[in-house]
């Protein structure tokens, strides 16, 4: 009697690889309001689990993203020969999408597409994006300081993430009957950095006068909106 015997051919496990990431660069740069998408792109055997997280630039923590109806994660799976498996048609393919529908503030941060393999003791692979989101500025004049009749303003900038172009200052004296507000020039390279805070100086102001402020910032985006505050200069001989 002739015996047959089986044999059962397993492929050889292919460590995780990075295929291709969209965008390329791994970072996007988009207006508020729009939609966006993170792409990564992995093979590996056995199939891999890709998850996506985040990280809180203000705390470093991470997270898992969830979907939300605004935020959405498609993942598909395929097959492809591969030179690095024993036997063609063995490899899965993973590409994962995380879709921001649209953008908000809250999506600025750094991105993980993490992908878990199924070999064990492999360690994850790890692939970074980075979301910029594009914004009008925003102002705000937290004090103005008087020094004779020199008024120094110090104001907090949320740049939008993109650099400030101009800075729009207007100026009224109250003290005048009618008077209107009068641009005063102010060029973004003028404005000095203290700490957290962004300083400028105005001068030619009148003792005794109450004075009128109001403040605003221009980028590619748009200009934000007028942030104000009021302050009386001393009068003659008695200076702050």
Known sequence: MTHF???????????LTVD?????????RELEDTEAQLKCRIY?????????????????????IEEDGRILIETQSSHQESQKSTFPNQVTVLESVLKFKPLITGDNGSYICKADSAIPFEKPLLTNFHVWVLEIPQVKIIKINENKTEAILTFTV????LPVEKYFLEIRNFTIANSSWIAHNVQASSVTIEGANSVARVDGLTPGALYGFRLAAKNEVGTSEWSYMNITVPPDGNYS
């Not at 015997?5 to 460590?15: D, Q």
């Not at 291709?20 to 996007?28: D, H, Q, R």
């Not at 949320?158 to 993430?161: A, K, L, R």
């Open 20 to 28: 291709a990431i969209e965008p390329a660069n791994g970072t996007v």
């Open 44 to 64: 590996a055997h056995p199939k891999p689990k890709i998850t996506w997280e985040r990280i809180d630039l203000n705390t470093l923590t991470v997270s898992n």
């Open 158 to 161: 949320d740049y939008g993430n």
């Open 5 to 15: 015997s089986l044999s059962y051919y397993h492929p050889s496990p292919v460590p």
